[in-house]
């Protein structure tokens, strides 16, 4: 293919085509050689160039009303059009053969931009920890707490926590649970559930008899016989030797 004006469609081709404008050759004689417009042209096809991808052998949390999990999922001109367990129906979906990725069994996050790092600090939580933004009652709670440990069978023993994302005075009661609360709830965890980083808290039976004893690096924490632990100090020591001992 040849072009007049070729200095004007090599920019344009290069403004447009970011990485690919190397592939094409100018000649001294003012004209273009597109010889390779062509492999655009098919690396548009393909979906190369617009980021199509296919994923396989993976584990795709696809966070729908049934939580379901699927091992395939395929993206098209940046739209998820295929998601499900066949990689050679997904294939249907596409033009020609899109670049594939065999996850070998792990999790596909999506490439989520958030310069403010919440979505981190989430996932570094200690313990299974447990949101409680759509309690609206201590019963709720109990309930949503309950819920965590039996739904993702949370070894008994282990810490499940709630640390910010909630305020007391969103519950009925305007009140932290109590001990026996907690207690009635989580029966087989200890439980540490703090208003943001900062407190008070509250800890169950099995998470008091853990923050009193004596051997952790901050020394005992104090906590009332309700299980309520003081704003300030004595939930950022409850919170550091969590932080300090769980991953
Ligand atoms: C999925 O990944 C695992 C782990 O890498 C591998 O053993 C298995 O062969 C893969 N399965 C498929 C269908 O590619
Ligand atoms: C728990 O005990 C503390 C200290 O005695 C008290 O300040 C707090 O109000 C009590 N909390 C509840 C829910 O009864």
């Not at 584990?59 to 367990?85: C, L, P, Q, R």
């Not at 440990?149 to 810490?159: I, K, T």
Request: glycine share 10%; proline share 5%; net charge negative.
């Amino acid at each position: 293919m040849q072009f007049k004006n070729a200095p004007l469609f090599l920019s344009l081709v290069a403004r447009s085509w970011v990485g690919t404008a190397a592939a094409i050759t100018a000649q001294n004689d003012n004209t273009a050689v597109c010889g390779t417009l062509a492999d655009v042209a098919q690396s548009y096809k393909s979906g190369a160039l617009r980021g199509d991808l296919l994923l396989f052998n993976g584990t795709i949390h696809t966070m729908d009303a049934g939580e379901t999990v699927a091992t395939v999922v395929g993206i098209k001109d940046g739209s998820i059009v295929y998601v499900g367990d066949s990689a050679a129906d997904a294939r249907k979906s596409f033009l020609g053969s899109p670049p594939t990725i065999d996850l070998g069994g792990r999790v596909a996050v999506p490439g989520l931009v958030e310069s403010h790092n919440h979505i981190v600090l989430m996932g570094n939580r200690p313990g299974y920890h447990t949101p409680l933004e759509n309690a609206y009652s201590v019963a709720d709670v109990q309930q949503t707490l309950a819920a965590r440990a039996s739904r993702d069978a949370v070894p008994p023993g282990s810490f499940i926590t709630t640390i910010g994302g909630f305020h007391s005075n969103q519950f009925g009661e305007r009140r932290l649970p109590t001990l026996e609360e907690l207690d009635a709830a989580l029966p087989q965890h200890p439980a540490f559930i703090s208003i943001g980083f900062n407190g008070p808290s509250v800890t169950n039976s099995l998470g008091k008899a853990y923050f009193e004893s004596a051997n952790l690096a901050t020394g005992p924490v104090a906590i009332s016989a309700n299980g309520s632990i003081a704003a300030g100090d004595e939930t950022g020591k409850a919170l550091l030797t969590l932080r300090q001992q769980l991953t």
